[in-house]
Structures are given as structure tokens and as C-alpha cells.
């Protein structure tokens, strides 16, 4: 009886302890890396993102697979476009956007996959304690498994499977609130 009173409570201590999904910030910049198994490439990065406007540009950095051209991409979700300006040959191209947007955020029925440190809780400062999201969305269609900081709910990893593109890996890094420059959602000149 005592060792049942016992569960009871350390039942009760993890449940009470189960993560609610947060709210993520919807204005922000950061570096970002993303592997794609299906175009076979890994590459850096600098994201602007607007959620609240729904848009998102892109600018690639680094990748390791040579002979591939750079990309700034521009999507502006509001008006169904995407603004694909080649860096290399100056070229842009502009298409009607290929997916609906996806926010960078825990869907409110998340499943909770609890918390981590990423790096070490054992040192102050050489960790960082992140919550694990997963579950399915319908638009676009796939499941996802995402890693938010644990205080602020900032965006730290993103994994998410179609049936269309496979399974995309993204990390973000050195994430800073707002949009430093407004212009960076206004498609580049030879886009016009
Ligand atoms: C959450 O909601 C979406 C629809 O928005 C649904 O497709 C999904 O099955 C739901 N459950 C989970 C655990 O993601």
C-alpha cells in the first residue's frame, strides 16, 4: 500500500512536470543549416522569418557540394510567390510558391517528448535545456519532431517528413529577435 501511495505521487510529480507547448517568437533572424537527404546536400545559411506576415528569406552561405549555384530565396506567402535570385549568374526566377507556409512553432496539440540539454547540464553555460516536440500537421502534410529552448521557446531544431520531399533536417543558431533591416522582404531588383 505504501508503494503504491508512493507511484501515485511520483506519477503525479512527472505528469505535473509534462511541458506545455509555448509560444514561439514569430520575428526573427538567425544562421540556420539544413541537410536534405533527398537533393543530397547539407548547407548554411541566414534566415529572416515573419510569421505574422508570413514570409521568409533565405540566404544561402556554405554548402558542401560544389558545382552547385547559390541561392537567395524569397518567399512571400501572402501573395503565392517565391523570388529565387541566383547569386552566381545574377538570374532570378519567380514562380508561384510550392508549399503553404510552415511556422517555425509547437502546434497546439504537440506531443511532448520531454526535455534535454543540448551540450551538458553538468557545466553552468555549457548547456542548453530545449523541449522536444513531435506530431503531425495537414498543411502541408507531414510529421515533424522539433527541439525549442525551454525559456523563450526559441526554435533550435526542425525535422519534418512529406511524402513530396522526404525528411529535411534544420538547425538554427545564433537567433536574434526582430528584423534588423525591413527591405529584407522586398524581392531583389532583378526580380522585378
Ligand atoms: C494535430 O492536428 C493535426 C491537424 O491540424 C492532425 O493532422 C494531427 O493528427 C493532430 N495530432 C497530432 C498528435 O499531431
Avoid at 548547407?43 to 537567395?72: G, H, L, M, P, T
Avoid at 529577435?177 to 531588383?189: L, W
Amino acid at each position: 500500500m505504501k508503494l503504491l501511495v508512493f507511484l501515485v505521487a511520483a506519477c503525479a510529480v512527472v505528469y505535473g512536470q509534462e511541458p506545455q507547448p509555448c509560444i514561439a517568437p514569430k520575428l526573427w533572424e538567425a544562421r540556420m543549416s539544413r541537410i536534405d537527404p533527398a537533393k543530397r546536400f547539407y548547407e548554411r545559411a541566414r534566415i529572416s522569418y515573419d510569421a505574422i506576415n508570413r514570409r521568409v528569406r533565405i540566404i544561402e552561405e556554405v554548402n558542401i557540394k560544389e558545382q552547385r549555384d547559390f541561392f537567395d530565396v524569397l518567399f512571400l506567402h501572402e501573395v503565392g510567390k517565391e523570388y529565387k535570385f541566383n547569386l552566381r549568374t545574377k538570374e532570378c526566377a519567380v514562380s508561384a510558391i510550392a508549399e503553404p507556409f510552415r511556422p517555425f512553432e509547437v502546434p497546439p496539440n504537440a506531443t511532448s517528448f520531454g526535455e534535454s540539454y543540448i551540450g551538458t547540464g553538468a557545466f553552468p553555460g555549457e548547456g542548453v535545456l530545449i523541449t522536444l516536440w513531435g506530431g503531425e500537421v495537414e498543411q502541408p502534410a507531414g510529421r515533424y519532431m522539433a527541439t525549442f529552448t525551454n525559456s523563450g521557446c526559441v526554435p533550435v531544431e526542425d525535422g519534418f517528413c512529406t511524402e513530396r520531399f522526404g525528411c529535411v533536417h534544420t538547425a538554427f543558431y545564433d537567433v536574434v529577435a526582430g528584423i534588423s533591416d525591413p527591405n529584407v522582404f522586398i524581392p531583389p531588383r532583378e526580380c522585378e
